[in-house]
């Protein structure tokens, strides 16, 4: 759709100088959208989009999203929320209150002018499942009040605003359900396990398994990821979601190691430490859905990924 200002969209991100967000942005600028990035930079930065600060079509704004926003926008995607353990954890009130409060002003701001708005929820609201692989229609298995709950029902009331604003307010809205996702621009230090395995591999130091790493998780390249969030927010106003959005190759932690140590050539040895509590078994998700809905599906295999996001850390941090 053409706006009235003759160009293509104004779209916001939230969240869009973190990990995901970046590349988002640099996507919608390619295809002749005005972007507005929106981040307090708590786990964000301006070096992940401080290649497009010069673009006259990208406009960057330092905000917290638990505060009001008043903008003009035609299409909302909602991102802004610390994504590892790590740092979700970190202020673990903060997460709630961004989840929760940053959805419910988003949600206003997209009724306030009629726009589109998609939210960027998680896996996580599947908890430890005990259904395996997960389909939309799984309720989930969340500890309410262990150290990952901040996050997980965080995200799952921000699902449950953004259906109600459906329901009562008639908003457009797409929920997504992202699967663990990596690629270049991920945080070094947030103690994710494909950043940590790498940085770890690069310096030859020890590769840090958390328990005995028989654990499973299913990791999507980035830009498959960023594919599916365009296609979704073209479907139609009926297709709201939530749609699960990940890469169904199912890995443990032991072969993710292996993996990093032979593509970066690594020295390192395997060493365990302890399970972090509440730490999901295993995860993988059912993208009927995405195929059916979305004629989407991952595109990069786990060792191109890897590799890809090993030359990112190279450059990055090790020349
Ligand atoms: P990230 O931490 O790199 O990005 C999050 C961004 O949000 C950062 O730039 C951060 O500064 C910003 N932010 C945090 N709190 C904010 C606030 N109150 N106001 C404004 N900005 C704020 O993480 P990511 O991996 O890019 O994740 C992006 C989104 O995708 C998050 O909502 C996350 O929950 C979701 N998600 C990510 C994954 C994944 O594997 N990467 C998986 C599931 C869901
Ligand atoms: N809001 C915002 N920008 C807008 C409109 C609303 O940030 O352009 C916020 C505002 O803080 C409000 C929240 O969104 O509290 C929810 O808005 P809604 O209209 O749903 O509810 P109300 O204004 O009645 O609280
Ligand atoms: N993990 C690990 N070593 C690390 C970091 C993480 O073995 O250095 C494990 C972690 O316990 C979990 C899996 O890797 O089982 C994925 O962890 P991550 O924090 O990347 O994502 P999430 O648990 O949110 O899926």
């Not at 009001?68 to 903060?94: G, K, M, R, W």
Request: aromatic share 10%; with cysteine; charged share 25%.
């Amino acid at each position: 759709m053409i706006s009235p200002r003759g160009y293509n969209k104004r779209i916001l991100v939230t969240g869009g100088a973190g990990f995901l967000g970046s590349h988002l942005c640099e996507r919608l600028l390619a295809a002749g959208n005005d972007v507005l990035c929106v981040d307090n930079y708590f786990t964000g930065s301006r070096s992940n989009i401080a290649h497009l600060l010069d673009n006259p079509h990208f406009e960057l704004m330092r905000h917290d999203v638990t505060f009001p926003l008043y903008v003009e926008v035609d299409e909302i995607y909602n991102l802004a929320c610390p994504a590892s353990p790590v740092h979700y954890q970190h202020d673990p009130v903060q997460t709630t209150k961004t989840s929760v409060i940053g959805a419910i002003n988003m949600l206003g701001l997209a009724k306030r002018l009629g726009a589109r708005i998609m939210q960027a929820s998680t896996s996580e609201i599947y908890g430890d499942p005990a259904v395996h692989p997960q389909p939309e229609e799984y309720w989930g298995n969340v500890n309410t009040i262990g150290p990952r709950a901040c996050y997980d029902e965080g995200k799952r009331c921000a699902e449950t605003l953004f259906f109600d604003y459906h329901r009562q307010h008639k908003l457009s809205i797409k929920v997504i359900r992202i699967f663990n996702t990596y690629g270049p621009r991920m945080h070094p230090n947030d103690g994710r396990v494909v950043s940590n395995f790498i940085i770890q591999a690069l310096k030859g130091e020890p590769i840090t398994i958390y328990g005995d790493g028989r654990q499973t998780r299913s990791f999507c390249y980035a830009d498959d990821l960023v594919d599916g969030f365009i296609r979704f927010m073209a479907t139609p106003a009926d297709v709201t979601g939530p749609i699960n959005l990940g890469n169904p190759g199912e890995f443990t932690m032991l072969e993710l190691a292996e993996k990093v140590i032979r593509l970066t050539g690594s020295s390192s040895r395997i060493e365990h430490r302890p399970l972090p509590q509440d730490d999901p078994k295993q995860r993988r998700p059912d993208i009927a859905k995405a195929r059916a809905l979305l004629d989407w599906e991952p595109k990069v295999p786990l060792d191109e990924g890897l590799t890809r996001t090993i030359d990112y850390f190279k450059t990055r941090f090790f020349s």
